[in-house]
């Protein structure tokens, strides 16, 4: 299974973007695709996941800005992304987990490479 993000890049305060993640492959089961960010010399933090069609979960910094949602078909997760501020930026990376499909059962956590987003004016 291999992520694909796209959609960061530079943007002002208060504007807004878009992030994309696609899961590659399909002999697996997906129990949730989310987002986490990153800036230099702190950990990976939550930013919003999503398991089922109405089962969210929101780090408090984005409550009421970004919004998660999942085309449960295609294994894709987009966070669109409101009223951005600086203290946004970040590298945001697309998260999945799941299993892979039987005989294996393999429990899967995976990663996308990182897209950057900046908020500057």
């Known amino acids: 299974v291999q992520l694909v993000e796209s959609g960061g890049g530079l943007v002002q305060p208060g504007g807004s973007l878009t992030l994309s993640c696609a899961a590659s492959?399909?002999?697996?089961?997906?129990?949730?695709m989310g987002w986490y960010r990153q800036t230099p010399g702190e950990k990976r933090t939550l930013v919003a996941t999503?398991?089922?069609?109405?089962?969210?979960t929101y780090a408090d910094p984005v409550k009421g800005r970004f919004t998660i949602s999942r085309d449960f078909d295609k294994n894709t997760v987009t966070l669109q992304m409101n009223n951005l501020k600086p203290e946004d930026t970040a590298v945001y990376y697309c998260?999945?987990?799941?299993?892979?499909?039987?005989?294996?059962?393999?429990?899967?956590?995976?990663w996308g490479p990182g897209t950057l987003v900046t908020v500057s004016s």
């Open positions: 492959g399909s002999n697996f089961y997906v129990y949730q």
């Open positions: 998260s999945l987990v799941g299993n892979e499909r039987p005989p294996s059962y393999k429990y899967l956590e995976v």
């Open positions: 999503m398991k089922t069609g109405s089962d969210f």
